[in-house]
């Protein structure tokens, strides 16, 4: 398959994407998130960081028409993953897809929180403890770091080029 991709030009949605989901993942792996940021080092915790840094670039590459088809392959990637890691902790198939709709939704509605926050419409501190702390507020200080980092982070990733964020150059979280 990959030869006649190859041939006919079409891009491997896997492989054109993977460097940037693994920068996703690793971002959101940051141990600064949860240690200095508070964020639960959990599954739930886990999945609401990465989906925090995965909303901050599907945000980013909507700003261009020409990432369209990009996002839409880095939205499966995130989906894929999503269904394996359900399958590696022992959700039966029967429960797999259900769950998976459930964290889509759950990244549509954190991307909108996180578009109007991270665009000076909502207050950011407020969407990331309604969606990465489910409402459970941390310390002042932990929250002022993840508020103080996420934005940090959205403002380098947007003055990166969408060429650079589609190849995994995405900023890093200074600790």
């Not at 508020?147 to 060429?163: K, S, W």
Request: charged share 25%; net charge negative; proline share 3%.
């Amino acid at each position: 398959m990959s030869f006649l991709n190859s041939l006919f030009g079409r891009k491997d949605p896997n492989l054109a994407m993977q460097p940037l989901y693994n920068a996703v993942i690793s971002e959101g792996r940051f141990p600064g998130w949860y240690e200095k940021g508070a964020v639960p080092d959990t599954l739930d915790g886990r999945f609401d960081m990465i989906a925090a840094i995965l909303c901050a670039v599907l945000i980013r590459l909507d700003q261009t028409e020409e990432a369209k088809q990009e996002i839409a392959w880095l939205t499966e990637l995130f989906v894929t993953d999503m269904e394996g890691q359900l399958r590696q902790i022992g959700i039966g198939d029967l429960i797999v897809g259900k769950r998976v709709g459930e964290m889509m939704s759950a990244l549509g509605g954190r991307l909108g929180a996180y578009r109007g926050a991270l665009t000076g419409d909502a207050d950011l501190g407020e969407a990331l403890v309604r969606n990465l702390y489910r409402g459970d507020a941390p310390a002042s200080e932990a929250l002022d770091f993840t508020t103080r980092h996420f934005a940090d982070f959205y403002d380098q990733l947007d003055q990166t080029g969408v060429d650079q964020v589609i190849a995994g150059n995405i900023a890093k979280v200074a600790s």
